[in-house]
């Protein structure tokens, strides 16, 4: 059982360039959720779905976006790279039982220069 | 804002000592805790959750406390090993339905545990 899986581990971009960061998940999880963790900083949650067709933004969306066209795959997109997005981004999936926990992957490293 | 905050960046104890790590929250909503560890080049993990109707839950070495007067939870590990050296993060979330399970984390403490 894989979980949630990230590709690719590491990325460097040049300012502008744009770039999808997949997520894919085989535990039939409707929830999902892209958080980046900088330096010294907790996760801060960027979009989320409640289930395939539905997305909503987070606390950090700008500069990103996020489609949910099947159960499995979340990918984020950034357009247009900055060096406010140097980051490491994370996914998550949960079931939709109450309080169950995130389940993560283990990370795409984003460097953008 | 910071609505969740660990203000202990590190911790370093000695291996078959207890260690407990702090975190506060200022958001009254928040009505579940979670602890996440985490390993280098790996992502959080799942340790220990508590509802906001009890003020300890226990698994095995790990016991979370929670105290909602003072808006504080903390985590206790007994006894530390040093495989438990990691990144921990405290992590909350709302009530009911609207909340959608996403969380609020705190910045991490780093724990250290000496053979």
């Known amino acids: 059982n894989a979980g949630v899986t990230q590709t690719p581990k590491f990325r460097i971009l040049k300012i502008g360039q744009s770039m999808t960061l997949q997520c894919t998940q085989d535990?039939?999880?409707?929830?999902m959720y892209w958080y980046r963790q900088d330096p010294g900083m907790g996760l801060k949650l960027i979009y989320y779905s409640v289930g395939a067709g539905i997305t909503d933004k987070g606390e950090v969306p700008n500069g990103y976006n996020v489609s949910r066209s099947t159960t499995e795959d979340f990918p984020l997109r950034l357009e247009l790279a900055a060096p406010s997005q140097t980051s490491v981004y994370f996914c998550?999936?949960?079931?939709?039982?109450?309080?169950?926990?995130?389940?993560f992957g283990n990370g795409t490293r984003l460097t953008v220069t | 804002d910071q609505q969740v905050k660990q203000n202990s960046p590190s911790l370093s104890v000695q291996e078959g000592r207890i260690s407990i790590l702090n975190c506060d929250y200022t958001n009254s909503m928040f009505d579940y805790f979670l602890w996440y560890k985490k390993y280098p080049a790996e992502g959080p993990t799942f340790l220990i959750s508590?509802?906001?109707?009890?003020d300890k839950n226990e698994d095995g070495r790990f016991t979370v406390f929670l105290n909602k007067s003072a808006k504080h939870l903390s985590l206790h590990i007994v006894p530390s090993q040093p495989g438990d050296s990691a990144v921990y993060f405290c992590?909350?979330?709302?009530?009911?339905?609207?909340?959608?399970?996403?969380?609020?984390f705190g910045q991490g403490t780093i724990l250290t545990v000496h053979p």
């Open positions: 535990m039939n999880h409707n929830y």
């Open positions: 998550a999936s949960r079931t939709g039982g109450h309080n169950s926990p995130l389940h």
């Open positions: 992590a909350a979330t709302g009530a009911g339905g609207t909340s959608y399970g996403k969380l609020t």
């Open positions: 508590i509802s906001s109707i009890k």
